[in-house]
């Protein structure tokens, strides 16, 4: 009888400390730990698909996971930038995507330095630099609302990024304990 009031109270002291944040993450279900997330990003239906797929609730290995992504994501889009411009017949495009080359190699720059923070621990220059790489990848979709319009892959791809870096950007305020 003693052991069941026990765990009775033990029950409702951790739901407590849970709903109010104080329940270290790695004791969090999956589901609860991705909808922590998730709900801090921009694009929380995008951030769940691509948690879902990480293979670990780990804050770090979300980490890793997602700073993996942005940088396959945004080496592929400076690829095809760069593809693009050496298509381009109208020099007004043709500038577009060599401007957007370059701010998805910057992009490309930022994470690998925000690999190497998250090894170190620096959990503020992780949130640094993923806040530095949606801000390229965003130049970049700016230049997309000028004339000529285009439909290229490359305005999605830009989007990606910046959902990609959001998604950084929540993992790395809770690593920091910003909840």
Known sequence: ????????????????????GMVPMHVASQDDIISTICKK?????FCFNVLNS????????LAIFT?????DKAAQSRV??????SKAVDPKLKERYATCAKHFNNVVDDIVDGKNYLVKGDYNGVNSMASIAMT????CLDSFMQLPKESSA?????????????????IANLLLGRA
Request: hydrophobic share 50%; glycine share 8%.
């Open 1 to 20: 009888m003693a052991s069941s009031s026990f765990l009775a109270a033990s029950s409702i002291v951790l739901l407590v400390l849970f709903f109010n």
């Open 41 to 45: 990003t921009r694009n929380p239906s």
């Open 54 to 61: 990480a293979g670990t609730t780990d804050l770090k290995g």
């Open 67 to 71: 700073l993996d992504l942005a940088n």
């Open 80 to 85: 095809l930038a760069q593809s693009l411009e």
């Open 136 to 139: 390229e990848a965003g130049d």
């Open 154 to 170: 490359l305005s999605g791809n830009g989007k990606v990024v910046e959902d990609i870096c959001s998604i950084i950007l929540a």
